[in-house]
């Protein structure tokens, strides 16, 4: 089974950048491909951002040119970088693999 930590996230003013962390350990087959999803206030889960084990990526259309989803191969670590925040960017993001969910982590986009 695999567990899932992230890290990163907080408060940034609009236009500002974030990077997320998704640390995967435990036992598992197949840790990729992993994925980035949100869920704002009000709203339901929707999807960010998901990279394949060959560096493939694929992206929300209203993310493209802001996120970037990226990968440590060696770490079992997934990242989101976040950039030209705007306040519809805000919600709690998770990250997901192999079935499993991180623990979500806040991101506010405000003045």
């Known amino acids: 089974q695999v567990h899932l930590v992230q890290s990163g996230g907080g408060l940034v003013q609009p236009g500002g950048s974030l990077r997320l962390s998704c640390a995967a350990s435990g036992s598992f087959v197949a840790l990729y491909p992993m994925g980035w999803y949100r869920q704002g206030p009000g709203k339901q889960r929707e999807f960010v951002a998901l990279i394949h084990s060959s560096g493939n990526t694929v992206y929300a259309d209203d993310v493209k040119g802001r996120f970037t989803v990226s990968g440590d191969l060696a770490k079992n670590t997934v990242f989101l970088q976040m950039n030209n925040l705007k306040p519809e960017d805000t919600a709690v993001y998770s990250c997901?693999?192999?079935?499993?969910w991180g623990q979500g982590t806040q991101v506010t986009v405000s003045a």
């Open positions: 997901t693999a192999s079935g499993e």
